[in-house]
C-alpha cells in the first residue's frame, strides 16, 4: 500500500493521502486485483478439472471442510478455500494451485445482492452445493422481513445457474426453497436430506450425547452406516452435501464413509474441546450467531438431550429489533432443557426478566471471567458456548480449566484440648 509520510516517518491514512497519490493508489489497487484475477483464471483453465463451490446461510464453512476431506480420503488431489468466501478472496484458492488439481473446493458466502456473480462472473462453476437458505445478512437485502427468505434464496440460486449442463448440482431436499432451485439448472441434480424424495437420504438419526451424530445413509436401496464427530444433529445437512458430492462426482463412497467417522468439525463451528483437567468436553460455536441458526441449536438441545448440559448464551446477530426480548425467549426455552443456562454481554439483560418468572437455573455474568467461575462451580460434563465473533466467550475454556488444576485447600487443623 502507498502511504504518505510525514517527516517523524508516522504513515498517513489512505483517506488523507494528496489527491494525485490517492487517484494513483486506488488504479494500483484496482490493476493489481484485474492481475491477480487474470492469473487465478489462467490457473483455473490449466490445472483445474472441476471447480466445486459451496454456498448456504448455513454450515457452508463445515461443508466445504468435509467436502475437502472426504475427497481426499478418496484419493483426490484438492485445493480448498474455507472461511474465504466473498471479495478477493475467492480467486486466492485458485491462485495457489502449481499443478493438476482434480477439485478445487470453495465457500462462498451471498452477504449482499451481487455477491455470487463476484464468483461467477469470472469462474466456472462445475459443481454447486447449496446447504440452506436462513436470515444471515438479511438487513443487506433492502426487502421487507417477510421477503428476505426469498430474496437471499434468489441471489443464492444464481450460483447453481451457473452450472453448465455438463455439471453437477447437490440441493439439500429438506430446506424448500433450496429444493426448489433444481428447476433452475439443466445440469444433473443430486438431493439429500431426511425426505424420502432425496437421492441420499438419512435415517435412524441419533446424537444422544455422549453419542455423537450417527445415520444411515440410503442411497438407491443400500444402506451405509455413519457415524461422524458431530455433536447433535445441526450439522447433517453439511454431512449429507459433502456425501452426496462424493457420490456425485463418482469417487468411492465407502472410504468417504469411513473417513467421516474421524472427521473433526471446522475449528469454533460446533468443534469440541475436551477438558483435560475437569473431565467436561466443551462445544465451541462462536464463529456465528445470528438469531435465526441459533434458534435452531436451541431447538437441537432435546437431540443432544439436556441433562448433565450448561448453556452458555452471548451475543447474537441479525436482530432488527427487540435484542432482549429475543434473548429472553432462547433462555427460557433452553432453561426448561438444560440444567443451567449463564447469559453474558448483551444476552445477560434478559436475566432480570426470567428471574422474575422464578426461572431459577439461569444466571448473567457479564465478563469471560465470571462465567467460568459459574462454570467450575457445576458439575454439567457438557458445555456449549454459542455466540457471535469477537466475543471473549474463547477464554472460558482456559479459565475453567485452569481453576480446575487449583489445589484443595487443606481442611482446618484441629484443636487439641
Known sequence: MISFATRNKTPLPTSQLPAPLLRLHRYLTRLGGRLSRLRAQHLQRRFCKCHIAVTGSCGKTTATKLINDLLLATGATVAAGVHMNNGRYLWRTMSKLRGATDFVVQEVGAGWPGAIAELTDHFTVDLAVVTTVGYDHGSAYDVPYSDVLDAIALEKGKLVEAVGPSGLVCLNADDLRVAAMAARTGARVVSFGRAESADLRAVDVGARWPERLHFNLLIGGRSYPVRTRFVGTIMLPSVLAALAVVHGSGRDLQKAVEALATAEPARRHMSVVEGESSGRAYVVDIEKAPLW??????????????????????????????????????????????????????????????????????????SANEVAELVATGTERLVVLKCKAGSDLAQVIPLVEARSLRPTPPPPARTLR
Open 293 to 366: 441458526s441459533t434458534q435452531l441449536l436451541v431447538d437441537d438441545v432435546d437431540a443432544i438431550g439436556g441433562k448433565g448440559m450448561l448453556f452458555v448464551l452471548g451475543e447474537m446477530s441479525d436482530m432488527r429489533s427487540g435484542k432482549t426480548r429475543h434473548y429472553t425467549k432462547l433462555a427460557r426455552q433452553l432453561a426448561s432443557r438444560v440444567d443451567r443456562v449463564i447469559l453474558t454481554g448483551q444476552a445477560a439483560a434478559a436475566e432480570p426478566r426470567l428471574s422474575l418468572e422464578g426461572v431459577a437455573n439461569v444466571f448473567a455474568a457479564p
